[in-house]
């Protein structure tokens, strides 16, 4: 089970992603494995994705790792369900960055806009890296691929904005991210959650792209994003 740990700062954030970037690691004895953690603009928290076997697990995370590092004031722990992931396309825009799209609907519309995003039809320069629920957070959340912020704005305004019971909807670009498990076993777990049937072919997916720290590094180039948050 995939949850994400969103840790919140007393005063200065730059700790908080210094303890997760340098202490943190992958380690095969305990019962919960961090995959990756990312730090988006405008969202005053770090956010690191963990595996779990079995939820309470996760209180091993929060009460042995986390603790250590006397600058989180507080957590805030949303799992993730149903998630669905997608292949990363071989055909990219030049430019690409990565965005966090947040989703606060009616419950009576959850299925409706999850089925949505995962059946919508992608364009080139805007594709989607996985959906799932994340109740107690937001309701539903989306990480996508686009070529520019104006991309991610217009896909909001005509094609989340515009669905019946979505109350809110915003997007964060990921500007710093740290991958902890090795590639292979990030894009094994994510294999195992495909859309069924909904996913580009192996020979139009580019399964050796890192989609957690090659984003930054397009950022990095473009000079897209600017680390003084």
Known sequence: MLMI?????KTDLSR?????????????SKPYTPLYASQSEGMMNVGVIIDVNEPNDIANFLTEDIVKCDEIHYTKTVPLLKPVFFRIPKRKPENIQRYLIRIFAHPLYY?????HLIKHKYPFN?????????????DIIMSLGADSKETVKK???EHIRTLD???QSNYHPVFRAKRFAPLKKLIDEQEKLLADGLVKPVDEADLEFDWVEDFEKYAMLTGAFSRDI
Do not use: A, C, M, Q
């Open 126 to 138: 805007l594709f989607p890296i996985y959906v799932s629920y994340s109740l107690g957070g937001e």
């Open 165 to 167: 019971g979505v109350d």
């Open 155 to 157: 896909f909001l305004r």
């Open 111 to 115: 299925k409706k806009v999850y089925t």
């Open 5 to 9: 740990v969103r840790l919140y700062p």
């Open 16 to 28: 908080v992603w210094n303890y997760v970037e340098n202490e943190i690691k992958e380690d095969s």
